[in-house]
C-alpha cells in the first residue's frame, strides 16, 4: 500500500480540543471589582453591537450599487442575537446570503485551516489477570496528525517536526512509567492472593484532555489515578505547554504577564471555588514557591479564552484529589500575554467532567452522579443554567465544538450495545438546544478537527466471521451537523482467516502487477477490513500490506463477495 507523509499547511482559521464540568469548578469573584454580572455585560454589549450594526448599515452600499457585494452575508455564516441554529437553517433554505455562481466557494471545502492542528488521542487500555486479582490500567498516545481513510494510516504533520517530538517524548516518558507501576501493582496482587485474598481490583489510569491545540500553542493536562486499596486512590495532576513552532515548553514567565502577582490572584481563585474546603494560611507563599521553583505542585494548561490552574492533592488543603480553577480572560484581560490569547475560529475540546471550559464568551461545565442501577444523571451548566438529562448506565463523552459561528456540544450516548449515537446541542447564553439526535458518534481515532472528524456509524454489519463497524471523515456545516466529506469508510472489525487459496483484486491492478494484476493468496492468510463505500466494495488487507478488494452486492451481512460468496462461506475468525 502506498504510503503518504503530509506536510500539513492550513490555509484557514479554525479548531481543537480539551473537558467540562458542572458544579466542582465555580469562578473565582477576585478581580472583578465593578461587581458586573454577566447578563450587565451581555446587555451592554448587545447594545453596543446593536448600534454599530445600525452605523454599518446606513453607511453601506446596498448589491445594486455595488458589483462587488457578492460575499456571503454574514448572517448567514453566523447566528444573531437569539437567534437558534433552525433560524439559520430557514434562512439558508429561502435563499438568504446565498452563494453567487463565480465565487468559487465550495460549501463542502475540507482545508484544515491555518489556525488549527490535527491531534488524535488515541489511549491504550488493558486488564490484566493476576490469579483472581486484575489490574486495571490505562495511558494516553498523543499523535500530531490525523488518521487517514483512504491511507489506511496516520498522516503525520511534517510541519511541526519540534511539537511532534514533544509529543513523542510525553508518550514514551508516560508508557514506561505505566508499565512501572503496573508492575509493582502485580507484585501487591500476588501478595494479597497469598494473605488468603479471593478478590481485589487495582486501577492505574493516566488520562490526558488536551485543551488546546493550534499554530499558536498546543497545551493540554494529565490526570492520573492510582487505587491499591484503602479508603481511596491518590491522584495527580501533569501539565504541557508547548509552543507550536518549535516544540519548546512554556513556563509561568512565558505565558503570564505577572507573574508576582499570580499568588495572591490564584490563592482568592482556590478559596472562593472551594469555600467549603478549608485552606491552609500561607497558601500564597506556598503557590509563589511552587512557581519559582517548578516543583510541579501549582501548575496551568492554556485553553480558549481561559487557563486552567491546578494545585495537586493536598498542597494546599488536607482535602483529598486536588484542586483546579479556570480564570477567564474576559474577566482578566491582562492575566497571560496577548500572543497567548489567540483562537482559532472553529475548534474541538474533548470535556473532562468537573472541570470549567470557555466558549465564545460563556462559561460552561458538566457533571453527573448514578441515581439508579441503570441511570446517569447527567447535568450540564451554562453560565450557571443547568440542563440536565438522564442516561442509561454511563456517563456521556461530550465535545464542546465551535465551528461556522455556532457553540455546539456533541454528546456521544451510550445505549448499552454496539450501537453509535449522538445528540447534538447548540449552545445558547443560558441553556442548550437539542438540534437533532444522529445515528454516529465519535470514532477512537476521532481528531481535534471540526473538518475531519471520524464517526462511527450505526449501521453495522453482524456476522459470523467478523463484525464490520464502519466509520467516515465528517466536518461540521452550518446548521451545526456533521456532513460527510467522502463516501469511503474505514473499518473496524475482527480478522479472518481465508478458507481456501483465492485469487483477488487489488484496487489498482498495477499494484499485483508482477502477478497478473492479481494477487494470489495462499489459504489461511489472515485479513484485516480496511474500507468500504457500503455499496459496491469492501477492501481487506493482508499482514503483506496488499490491499485486496472484493466486489459487493449490498452492505449487509449476507452480502456476496464476487463470486466467492458470502463472508461466511470462504472466511473464518481468526483467533
Known amino acids: 500500500m502506498k504510503r503518504k507523509l503530509l506536510s500539513l499547511v492550513l490555509t484557514c482559521s479554525l479548531i481543537l480540543a480539551a473537558c467540562g464540568s458542572g458544579t466542582g469548578e465555580k469562578a473565582p469573584t477576585a478581580g472583578n471589582p465593578s461587581g458586573t454580572s454577566e447578563t450587565a455585560k451581555e446587555g451592554a454589549d448587545t447594545e453596543t453591537e446593536e448600534k454599530a450594526s445600525s452605523d454599518a448599515a446606513e453607511n453601506s452600499e446596498s448589491p445594486e450599487d455595488s458589483e462587488s457585494a457578492k460575499a456571503p452575508d454574514s448572517k448567514w455564516l453566523n447566528p444573531g442575537k437569539g ?8 434562512r439558508i433554505k ?18 484544515s485551516g491555518s489556525g488549527v492542528l490535527d491531534v488524535v488521542n488515541s489511549p491504550v487500555s488493558e486488564l490484566e489477570y493476576v490469579g483472581d486479582m486484575y489490574i486495571e490500567y490505562r495511558y494516553p498516545a498523543l499523535t500530531l496528525g490525523y488518521y487517514s481513510i483512504a491511507d489506511g494510516e496516520m498522516v503525520t504533520d511534517s510541519a511541526h517536526a519540534g511539537l511532534a517530538k514533544s509529543l513523542d517524548s510525553y508518550n514514551k516518558k508516560v508508557k514506561a512509567l505505566c508499565e512501572e507501576e503496573k508492575k509493582s501493582l502485580a507484585e501487591m496482587a500476588e501478595d494479597a492472593q497469598a494473605d488468603g485474598a479471593s478478590f481485589a481490583q487495582f486501577t492505574l489510569t493516566y488520562d490526558a484532555y488536551v485543551t488546546r491545540a493550534d499554530m499558536k500553542a498546543m497545551s493540554f493536562y494529565e490526570q492520573s489515578y492510582e487505587f491499591a486499596g484503602g479508603a481511596h486512590g491518590s491522584s495527580a495532576w501533569t501539565t504541557h505547554n508547548y509552543d507550536s513552532e518549535t516544540g ?62 491546578f494545585a495537586q492533592d493536598y498542597f494546599l488543603t488536607s482535602h483529598t484529589g486536588g484542586q483546579k480553577i479556570t480564570l477567564s480572560y474576559s474577566d482578566y484581560p491582562d492575566l497571560v500575554k496577548k500572543e497567548w490569547q489567540t483562537e482559532p475560529d472553529e475548534w474541538i475540546l474533548p470535556l473532562n467532567y468537573y472541570s470549567d471550559y470557555m466558549i465564545d464568551n460563556k462559561r460552561v461545565s458538566m457533571d453527573w452522579e448514578y441515581t439508579g442501577v441503570d441511570d446517569v444523571d447527567w447535568n450540564f451548566s451554562v453560565n450557571g443554567n443547568k440542563h440536565n438529562e438522564k442516561f442509561f448506565a454511563y456517563q456521556p463523552n461530550c465535545y464542546l465544538v465551535k465551528a461556522k459561528g455556532l457553540s455546539l456540544l456533541y454528546l456521544r450516548i451510550p445505549v448499552g450495545d454496539v450501537s453509535m449515537i449522538s445528540n447534538v446541542y447548540e449552545i445558547t447564553n443560558t441553556d442548550l438546544k437539542l438540534i437533532e439526535q444522529i445515528d454516529y458518534a465519535p470514532y477512537s481515532k476521532f481528531s481535534l478537527n471540526p473538518n475531519r472528524m471520524l464517526l462511527s456509524l450505526n449501521e453495522y454489519v453482524d456476522q459470523s466471521p467478523s463484525m464490520l463497524l464502519p466509520y467516515g471523515e465528517y466536518h461540521v456545516d452550518y446548521d451545526g451537523l456533521p456532513v460527510i466529506n467522502e463516501e469511503v469508510y474505514g473499518l473496524e472489525g475482527n480478522d479472518v482467516i481465508l478458507k481456501e487459496a483465492a485469487r483477488v483484486n487489488p484496487p489498482d491492478p498495477e499494484d499485483a502487477a508482477v502477478s497478473g494484476g492479481m494477487w494470489n493468496l495462499a489459504k489461511g492468510t489472515r485479513l484485516t477490513p480496511l474500507r468500504t463505500d457500503r455499496k459496491t466494495y469492501v477492501d481487506y488487507i493482508t499482514e503483506m500490506d496488499q490491499v485486496c478488494r472484493f466486489g459487493i452486492d449490498k452492505f449487509a451481512y449476507d452480502m456476496q463477495l464476487d463470486n466467492f460468496g458470502t463472508p461466511e462461506d470462504i472466511f473464518e475468525r481468526a483467533d
Open 83 to 90: 437567534e437558534s441554529v433552525q433560524d439559520i437553517v430557514g
Open 94 to 111: 429561502e435563499g438568504d446570503g446565498e452563494k453567487g455562481e463565480d465565487e468559487n466557494v465550495n460549501e463542502n471545502e475540507t482545508s
Open 248 to 309: 519548546s515548553e512554556l513556563g509561568f514567565k512565558d505565558v503570564f504577564t505577572d507573574v508576582d502577582s499570580l499568588p495572591a490572584l490564584f490563592a482568592d481563585g482556590f478559596r472562593s471555588a472551594y469555600s467549603d474546603m478549608t485552606f491552609d494560611s500561607n497558601i500564597e507563599d506556598r503557590i509563589r514557591q511552587s512557581i519559582e521553583t517548578g516543583d510541579e505542585q501549582i501548575l496551568f494548561s492554556l485553553s480558549y479564552g481561559c487557563v486552567h490552574i
